[in-house]
């Protein structure tokens, strides 16, 4: 009788191919024990097709919501320099001449095209890297470094802008509709604190706005307790705010004011155990369906340093975990308008709110 070798030998040489670690994985792979062989469902289930009216994504025919929006943290443009965010559809720059003001322009020089990002800032005015036209803070060529006279074209698009809560915002439209809310305390007798969360949402900012008015999404997913009164609810032509009392799962009890301006910003003014506390979000509008989220917490100062910043920072950890409930649904999600019920009546009017909202986009032919 023939003597067996001790190795098997291979069914192929293609088996040499294999990396040896992915052999390994593979060998490592459960052997089914009892496979199922059924069929579950004979025949496709068709729901009735959903009529509800959809709202307007941002840049459907070219347009957005005219809202305030954060390009950015204030820290992020020192003064002197230029910085380069997308917005929009397109590009702009913040930039900060020698008086500290920041300001927000397209970023394409009108000249060749060249991105005012690359270039500097000189005194009160821009510089383009390319051929060193200089323009100031109304967005007008005001020097060309050959002497040449500046084209009366020669302009950049100036956003209406605005410095607060460590954020740089810019509004899409050619004048502010709405205010961006303040905190009810002096910003001196407040501790506050803005961050850039560190990953961009992928929807519209609109799309987490609907929160707000989401009662049932407020009672089941974050799991707080109160009574809806559809009479406290206070819309305005760019806003909406409501009061409500109630408490945490955990027992702990609170106040809220909340709110939703334009289509880019969370309000929230709170009472936590009795201590007072702001929050908002604004969010950024990267591009069509891509946010930025910010966030910006502020507590009243006591005079105890300490105490305070320990309590800033159990408001911001408590913010960041609600919002982080969200968060992984917000990723995965494909939002639409459907199937409401009598709960859904305040995000019903919601809709409708988005959907009668301005919309418009004055820098197109600069900023792309």
Known sequence: MAKQNDEQPATSTAIDAVPPELAERLRALPVLASPVDHMEQKRAIVPAARRAEPVPAEGADGLFTQSWFPICLATEVATGSIQGFDFLDGRVVVW????????????????????????????????????????????????????????PSACLFVFPSMERYGLIWAFNGIEPLYAVPRFPLAAEKMLIKTIALPDLMPVDPWVQCCNTPDIQHIKTLHRIH???????????????????????????????????????????????????????????????????????????????????????????????????????????????????????????????????????????????
């Open 96 to 151: 900060r001449g020698e008086d500290g003001r920041a300001h927000v322009t397209s970023a394409f020089c009108p000249h060749l095209g060249a991105s005012l990002e690359a270039g500097d800032v000189v005194g009160q005015r821009v510089r383009c890297a390319f051929h060193h036209w200089e323009y100031g803070t109304d967005g007008r060529c005001a020097k060309t470094a050959i002497g040449d006279t500046p084209p």
């Open 226 to 368: 109160f009574d809806e009164d559809a009479s406290n609810m206070q819309w305005r032509d760019h806003s909406l705010m409501y009061e409500f009392e109630g408490f945490f799962d955990s027992g702990t009890a609170a106040s809220w004011q909340v709110g939703v301006f334009g289509t880019s910003l969370y309000y929230q003014s709170a009472y936590l155990d009795g201590r007072w506390f702001g929050f908002m979000v604004p969010m950024g509008l990267v591009r069509p369906g891509m946010t930025r989220n910010y966030m910006v917490l502020a507590v009243e100062k006591t005079g105890d340093t300490a105490a305070d910043r320990e309590f800033l920072e159990q408001c911001l950890l408590t913010e960041v975990g609600i919002v982080g409930e969200d968060t992984h649904i917000m990723t995965s999600m494909r939002f639409r308008p459907g199937t409401l019920t009598r709960s859904d009546r305040t995000l019903g009017h919601y809709f409708k709110f988005l959907r009668d909202y301005p919309r418009a986009h004055p820098s197109a032919a600069f900023i792309t």
